[in-house]
């Protein structure tokens, strides 16, 4: 079973807005990742095959691969990592998450699933969220 982290994308309110910040890192030439303080021990696991699945507005939304974990001491001294990212964010079904500092560990047997591509993804967000509170997607 593969592992994964979970984790509130904070500042964000809709998957859009997270997909437009990272493109603009990208277009700038820069890597995708999330700074973290604390260093997940269980790094093997996550790398073969685990996601970042990001709670947005209380939900899991999406997920993206983790490429990378690097730990690494900041200017004052702190330990942090970084948590390297693919750079496909794949919508999932969205999933409620209460608020929580950090990020947290999710197995196979927690996760969303992925959503289909296709039609799905023509619908609006808004829309598409809707469907899915009502459980009709």
């Known amino acids: 079973m593969k592992l994964h982290l979970v984790k509130l994308c904070v500042g964000v309110s809709e998957v859009d807005e997270l997909h437009v910040w990272q493109e603009r890192r990208l277009a700038d030439g820069q890597e995708l990742f999330h700074t973290t303080r604390m260093i997940p021990r269980r790094k093997d ?16 939304q999406c997920r ?44 196979g047997a927690d996760i969303p699933a992925d959503l289909g591509q296709g039609q799905i993804d ?16």
């Open 122 to 137: 023509t619908i609006p967000q808004e829309m598409r969220a809707e469907l899915m509170e009502l459980g009709l997607i």
């Open 45 to 60: 696991e996550l790398l073969d095959g685990g996601s970042l699945y990001w709670v947005i507005k209380g939900q899991i």
């Open 64 to 107: 993206q691969a983790l490429t990378d974990i690097c730990p690494f001491t900041d200017d004052d001294g702190i330990r942090r990592c970084r948590l390297m990212l693919g750079t496909d964010l794949v919508l999932t079904r969205h999933q409620p998450r209460r608020a929580f500092q950090g990020w947290r560990y999710i197995d």
